[in-house]
């Protein structure tokens, strides 16, 4: 109850006046202006192949009734599925059109097949590296839709995100194949290290892991991190218990006041 309290000397916030602060935005904000920066730049032709697909079924009617016919007889166990369009507002967008043509590579080259090629499809090597990108960025979006999916940002959860993005990017890398899926999880990981390596450092993003008691101990690496921030709430919690006991003793000490009435 102490260690929660909002009168702690040393102006410890609560966790709902860090979590509307901009450094508890920082983790959603910066993700998606970097994913999706070194997303396209590592893939703008593969990109631009993907989307002419997607326009080309959004506006064709007879290819869209044959994409599905053929998703029917090639996936009779598999509910039928649309392509998805992208919205340039949104980075994960992107991400989740490239995912869902991924799932449907087969129906779809069979499809273009069919029509006597109207539109060029990816190569076998283009195919490969796409699925390989959607599997890298896959942690980004569920970060993403995890935080914005809250009223407010938890600050306690940021530091373990954060680390959870550099965590899962590293057990990717060595089953990456393709030269465009590494050159990219170097990119991600550079940036990770940039914007989110010093977060146990971060006094407020610190308390408030300290604070969580999911986390505790537990949300940090840095043992030395963890000291200071155990240190300083301690003291935290006994100046106020001092400064308590001693309003206290001063109200007790003080003699009653007796009034006499002629």
């Not at 509307?20 to 970097?34: N, Y």
């Amino acid at each position: 109850m102490l260690l929660t309290s909002q009168r702690l000397s040393g102006s410890y916030p609560s966790q709902k006046a860090i979590s509307q602060s901009s450094i508890c935005r920082a983790l959603p904000t910066h993700s998606i202006s970097l994913f999706s920066r070194q997303y396209s730049q590592s893939q703008t032709l593969r990109q631009t192949k993907v989307k002419n697909i997607v326009a080309y079924f959004h506006q064709s009617t007879v290819a869209a009734a044959k994409l599905e016919a053929l998703q029917e007889q090639m996936r009779p166990n598999h509910t039928t599925l649309k392509l998805k369009n992208d919205v340039v507002t949104r980075w994960n967008s992107t991400l989740r059109m490239c995912q869902r043509v991924c799932e449907l590579q087969e129906p779809l080259n069979a499809t273009i097949a069919v029509l006597m090629n109207p539109l060029e499809c990816l190569t076998t090597d283009e195919w490969e590296a796409l699925k390989e990108i959607a599997v890298v960025l896959k942690p980004f979006d569920a970060v993403t839709t995890e935080i914005s999916a809250e009223t407010t940002v938890t600050a306690s959860k940021v530091i373990m995100l954060g680390r959870g993005l550099t965590t899962s990017s590293l057990k990717i890398k060595p089953t990456s194949r393709s030269e465009r899926s590494q050159v990219l999880l170097t990119k991600l990981l550079e940036g990770l290290q940039k914007r989110f390596g010093g977060l146990e450092r971060n006094t407020l993003l610190a308390r408030a892991t300290f604070l969580d008691p999911r986390f505790k101990k537990n949300g940090f690496v840095s043992e030395s991190c963890y000291n200071t921030i155990r240190d300083g709430m301690v003291a935290a919690v006994t100046r106020q218990l001092s400064a308590s006991e001693a309003s206290s003793r001063d109200e007790q000490s003080c003699p009653e006041t007796v009034i006499y009435h002629d």
